[in-house]
């Protein structure tokens, strides 16, 4: 946490281990995210894609061997986690020194949230809330965005427009990603590259070179679909 | 159960080609559907809109009419002699005696001295528990230190306490603040605590991934969310120091609301008595008001589903 030097990595893990008791659930992992790669995480429940996470966040004092990661990074979870006690455009610059409401406006004008900026956040639809974490993250202009499952709270119809936004801020912003997630369409839709994780190792790691914007019929798509799905154990 | 039958998938025939197979259902019933239940008449009806006609009478004046009630059953059983004047005297007297008490200065002079001891107790108190709450709840050791003998003071009776006040502090005022500020201390220490301690983590985690400092987390996550505690604390502190006060002046006091109702009772004066505790009834409501205020003056990022 300490030496900082320029690199063109967001993200090197050099043989991570942690475990929970006497239970491993990282095992001698390695893994390089190149600066501005959008990369998804996928693993069943309980593989430790989580973890991983929150080590690569920073949030994780127990893990044993070599993080080198981003300083400037931002985080979105599964849960919105905004104070409730802070209205919302005060929730997106907290912690952000010397950014004020104009910075807040433009974050959430990004997220198509301006007109929600002076709202409590009790008062915010599933989908406004997590677009108004989104802000949150932008606002820290982060070299290393991670995001843990950010839509899977949401209903399928706010999930599309949601992933579809995060493409489109990726594309301007160009932070590397890491998104934990266990949807492979999500995964197709988004990354570069498409992590599988099982069992605390990443077992499959294969690049997607769709062209964007992706849909169900870009070709190829059904052939690493079905091969992302075989290798988390299920065949349709 | 026949409704259930005809959500049977299996009853149900599969499309086999959504291109072919837009026609209506047809008219022969299908397997495994009972024929009747389809187009059976069932009993139906129309839903009244309609408003219901009734006495309408506005909300504070029917809360009123309890209250008219209880103090016309009084009156009445004053007036036929039923209710002795020694026992209690009637609403008419008890409001002479009010009057009296006000025009002569007496109840106001009493009320000042009583609020004094009260609101010095509370800043004492109040001081206290918050204090021993932040030390208690926002570090390991300072829980580990503070608590348990927080928690062991707090099971002795506050009333218990009056003896050894007396024979420490004498009979003037400090035991008064002293009582006052012990009993005051104790619901803000334990709802305070229990608030901070009781934090969400998912939001501190949040708050750290933000580049928030120690400090700044306590004070723009922990110290926010123990806020409606602490105003739960300090409503059970406000109630209880006004119970504290009515035992604390009745150690030889010679002003206040305590003295004014102890030689009423000498005197075998009811009437003062009943005036007294009216005063107290007021008071113990107006404070409440002001915590009410206060609550949705700083709680307004609540849901009004939650509000208190």
Redesign the interface.
């Known amino acids: 946490m300490s030496a900082t030097v320029k690199q063109a990595t967001a993200v090197s893990l050099n043989g991570i281990s942690r475990s929970f008791g006497d239970r491993g659930i990282i095992a001698d992992l390695d893994l390089e995210i190149g600066a501005g790669e959008f990369v998804a995480l996928l693993g069943a429940s309980g593989c430790g894609k989580s973890t991983l996470l929150r080590i690569v966040a920073g949030l994780d004092a127990e893990v044993t061997g070599e993080v080198v990661v981003a300083r400037r990074r931002a985080v979105s979870f599964q849960a919105p986690r905004l104070l409730p006690w802070k209205r919302v455009w005060r929730n997106v610059v907290l912690g952000v020194p010397g950014a004020g409401r104009a910075e807040a406006l433009a974050a959430l004008g990004e997220v198509m949230l301006e007109h929600r900026a002076g709202a409590w956040p009790a008062t915010l639809s599933g989908g406004e809330a997590q677009r108004a974490a989104l802000a949150r993250a932008l606002v820290r202009q982060p070299d290393l965005l991670l995001l843990d499952e950010p839509f899977g709270a949401l209903d399928a119809l706010t999930r599309i427009t949601a992933q579809q936004l995060v493409a489109d801020l990726w594309a301007k912003h160009a932070p590397a990603v890491l998104l934990v997630t266990h949807d492979v369409d999500e995964a197709l839709r988004l990354a570069d590259r498409a992590l599988v994780m099982a069992e605390g190792r990443i077992v499959h790691d294969v690049a997607v070179s769709l062209p964007r914007p992706r849909t169900l019929e870009s070709s190829g798509y059904v052939g690493l679909r079905r091969e992302l799905l075989a290798q988390l154990g299920v065949t349709e | 159960m026949t409704s259930l039958t005809r959500l049977d998938p299996v009853a149900v025939p599969l499309a086999q080609d959504p291109s072919t197979d837009i026609s209506p259902a047809p008219a022969v019933p299908r397997p495994g559907v009972v024929a009747t239940t389809l187009g059976a008449a069932i009993e139906v009806e129309r839903l009244d809109h309609g408003r219901r006609r009734r006495l309408w009478v506005p909300r504070p004046l029917s809360r009123l009419l309890g209250v008219a009630l209880a103090l016309g059953a009084w009156q009445l059983a004053s007036s036929t002699g039923s209710l002795s004047p020694t026992v209690v005297g009637s609403p008419r007297a008890v409001w002479n005696a009010a009057v009296h008490l006000i025009s002569d200065g007496e109840l106001g002079s009493a009320l000042a001295s009583s609020l004094h001891r009260v609101l010095l107790g509370l800043v004492f108190g109040l001081a206290a528990g918050i204090g021993l709450a932040l030390v208690s709840g926002l570090s390991r050791i300072g829980e580990d230190i503070v608590d348990a003998p927080v928690q062991m003071l707090r099971t002795v009776p506050f009333v218990g306490l009056v003896p050894l006040l007396i024979v420490w502090l004498g009979v003037g005022e400090t035991p008064k603040v002293v009582l006052i500020a012990l009993a005051a201390c104790f619901p803000i220490y334990l709802n305070l605590s229990g608030g901070i301690r009781s934090v969400d983590p998912?939001?501190v985690?949040?708050?750290?991934?933000?580049?928030?400092s120690r400090l700044?987390i306590v004070r723009?996550?922990v110290l926010?969310?123990a806020?409606p505690q602490l105003l739960v604390g300090l409503r059970l502190s406000l109630g209880i120091a006004w119970l504290a006060l009515v035992f604390a002046e009745q150690i030889s006091a010679t002003s206040g609301l305590g003295y004014l109702m102890s030689t009423a009772q000498e005197l075998l004066q009811t009437d003062t008595i009943v005036v007294c505790l009216v005063v107290y009834a007021l008071l113990g409501l107006t404070v409440d008001l002001v915590v009410r205020a206060l609550e949705r003056l700083l709680l307004?990022?609540?849901?009004r589903a939650v509000g208190v």
């Open positions: 998912a939001l985690e949040a708050g750290r991934t933000l580049g928030l700044g723009h996550v926010p969310s806020l307004s990022w609540r849901p």
